[in-house]
């Protein structure tokens, strides 16, 4: 198939990427999003996201002629929809709007030849789903669940696979997993991919592609509980569980993850529960670690407040609105700006509608806080050090050769020294 013009729709962490390393290949490409602010950044060769080396890939695809941004979907050769899968409500039910409504928007510029590719983490079926989608819209085309092999569209699924902070070099060297609805589906997408991507292209069906990726993220999210977990446990038991794991992971056959406050992400947090919402009865094991894992930080809140109540303790002419609580990291892993799911803005946005002093939040990697974090004040480390209680929730490299500021220490990541929680 021609790839003479590809479209990317959504150009967010990964949709922007994406189509930034296309062009960089000297393709044509036309990037749509619904933000207008986002639209405009693009097309003045600048990123409203930080990923390291994405500025330079953007700036000169744009520079060049090769990448523009449009609120609106344009006719190309193929699509590649990135776009949000968030949830329901509040019983994590898949919301599969995003998706329809991109099916929807590329609908009528659809060609005869044309590629999509569903790249959206999405629940079994879901590309199945928008392939109805789009028939339903354009009926004067031919699908691949009416028409098969001679289909006039091509539908396929390819999952990301890449960590935040190694978009640009993961978007390359990683393997891609590649789920047509039909053989010809998946050869054209292996084609479009090959056009940047080093590693191996592997060739499945749409459903175990969808499948693949829920995954690999609920085995990482299986194993964070059992670190988190195991975390609980130890402190009950007054036992270090930095020093625990460490001897552990001697034995040849362990590696047992590191705990912290929780799971973020747009992934680890979120795709589990799409395989729940799948096969509620059978799912028993990874519906549990995401129980376990989404309680992590309410077990933090209650440190936090007992140290809280040691502050008041040690000084009783204090009271709770005296006390200034300093909260380290706001993104959901190290390094990185992106909050998305991430368990440490909840604890900070749960701190700063109970605690009636002071919050403050360190947070190197961004310029402004969230509406929701309400009360909390987004300082250096420096104006933090004089906080009463100090809580570190995220690892960034900023914050590792520190000592605890204080003795009223809450560490959920083992920065501060042996005793992980103080």
């Known amino acids: 198939m021609n790839n003479a013009t590809i479209s990317v729709i959504g150009l967010g962490y990964i949709g922007l990427p994406t189509a930034a390393m296309f062009?960089?290949?000297?393709?044509?490409?036309?990037?749509?999003?619904?933000?207008?602010?986002?639209?405009?950044?693009?097309?003045?060769?600048?990123?409203?996201?930080?990923?390291?080396?994405?500025?330079?890939?953007?700036?000169?695809?744009?520079?060049?002629?090769?990448?523009?941004?449009?609120?609106?979907?344009?006719?190309?050769?193929?699509?590649?929809?990135?776009?949000?899968?968030?949830?329901?409500?509040?019983?994590?039910?898949?919301?599969?709007?995003?998706?329809?409504?991109?099916?929807?928007?590329?609908?009528?510029?659809?060609?005869?030849?044309?590629?999509?590719?569903?790249e959206s983490t999405s629940p079994v079926g879901a590309t199945e789903q928008l392939a109805e989608w789009l028939a339903e819209v354009r009926p004067d085309l031919t699908f691949p669940q009416t028409a098969g092999e001679a289909s006039d569209v091509r539908i396929a699924h390819c999952p990301e696979r890449v960590l935040p902070g190694k978009v640009m070099q993961e978007l390359i060297h990683n393997d891609r997993v590649i789920g047509g609805m039909t053989r010809k589906c998946s050869d054209a997408a292996v084609a479009l991919y090959k056009i940047f991507v080093d590693g191996e292209c592997v060739v499945t069906n749409a459903r175990t592609a969808e499948m693949a990726k829920l995954t690999e993220n609920s085995f990482r999210d299986v194993n964070i509980a059992f670190?988190?977990?195991?975390?609980?446990?130890?402190?009950?038991?007054?036992?270090?569980?930095?020093?625990?794991?460490?001897?552990?992971n001697r034995h040849p056959r362990v590696n047992i993850l590191q705990p912290g406050p929780g799971v973020g992400g747009h992934c680890i947090a979120v795709d589990p529960w799409f395989i729940v919402a799948s096969a509620p009865d059978e799912a028993t094991l990874i519906r549990t670690?995401?129980?376990?894992?989404?309680?992590?930080?309410?077990?933090?809140?209650?440190?936090?407040?007992?140290?809280?109540?040691?502050?008041?303790?040690?000084?009783?002419?204090?009271?709770?609105?005296?006390?200034?609580i300093a909260c380290y990291g706001l993104a959901f892993k190290p390094d990185i700006d992106d909050l998305r799911e991430s368990p440490a803005v909840e604890i900070v946005k749960a701190l700063a509608e109970a605690h009636s002093g002071r919050v403050l939040a360190v947070e190197p990697n961004i310029e402004t806080l969230p509406a929701k974090l309400g009360k909390a004040e987004l300082v250096g480390q420096r104006q933090a050090g004089s906080a009463d209680v100090h809580v570190m929730l995220v690892d960034h490299c900023e914050f590792k050769n520190d000592r605890p500021p204080s003795e009223l220490s809450v560490d959920v990541r083992g920065v501060w020294g042996a005793n992980a929680f103080a």
């Open 23 to 118: 062009a960089s290949r000297k393709i044509k490409v036309i990037g749509v999003d619904v933000d207008a602010r986002t639209v405009e950044t693009i097309n003045r060769g600048e990123i409203h996201i930080v990923e390291p080396d994405l500025d330079i890939a953007v700036h000169s695809s744009v520079t060049e002629g090769y990448l523009r941004a449009t609120t609106e979907p344009e006719p190309a050769d193929a699509f590649l929809i990135a776009v949000p899968t968030p949830f329901r409500g509040n019983d994590h039910e898949p919301d599969l709007s995003y998706i329809e409504a991109a099916a929807r928007a590329i609908a009528p510029v659809l060609r005869p030849g044309n590629l999509v590719v569903l």
């Open 227 to 248: 670190a988190n977990e195991l975390s609980v446990i130890c402190d009950k038991l007054d036992i270090d569980v930095w020093e625990l794991i460490r001897l552990a």
């Open 289 to 324: 670690a995401r129980e376990v894992n989404d309680a992590k930080p309410e077990w933090v809140l209650a440190k936090v407040k007992e140290a809280v109540a040691r502050h008041l303790e040690a000084n009783p002419g204090q009271a709770e609105a005296d006390v200034t």
